[in-house]
């Protein structure tokens, strides 16, 4: 599957699961929502990083700092 398809796969879902937090909060869907859309976007901009060691990277650089403030706020 061509990357640039999947990046833009993954803005939907990720988008999808934000709206679903907002419609049901304190279910913590925000966290991969927003990974899944950071990841999308950054697989839009880039498609070669999509499919490389770096895409792990970047979900565990986003998710932590969110799930933190997730948690603390």
């Not at 913590?28 to 859309?37: A, M, Q, S």
């Not at 499919?51 to 792990?56: A, L």
């Not at 970047?58 to 603390?72: C, D, R, Y």
């Given at each position: 599957?061509?990357?640039?398809?999947?990046?833009?796969?993954?803005?939907?879902?990720?988008?999808?699961?934000?709206?679903?937090?907002?419609?049901?909060?304190?279910?913590?869907?925000?966290?991969?929502?927003?990974?899944?859309?950071?990841?999308?976007?950054?697989?839009?901009a880039?498609?070669?990083?999509l499919?490389?060691?770096?895409?792990?990277v970047?979900?565990?650089?986003?998710?932590?700092?969110?799930?933190?403030?997730?948690?603390?706020g």
């Open positions: 599957m061509d990357p640039f398809t999947v990046a833009v796969i993954l803005i939907i879902v990720g988008a999808l699961l934000l709206i679903v937090e907002a419609f049901s909060p304190g279910a913590f869907i925000v966290i991969p929502g927003t990974v899944l859309v950071i990841i999308g976007l950054i697989g839009a880039y498609p070669d990083i499919y490389t060691w770096w895409s792990p970047i979900a565990l650089v986003v998710a932590v700092p969110v799930t933190a403030l997730t948690v603390k």
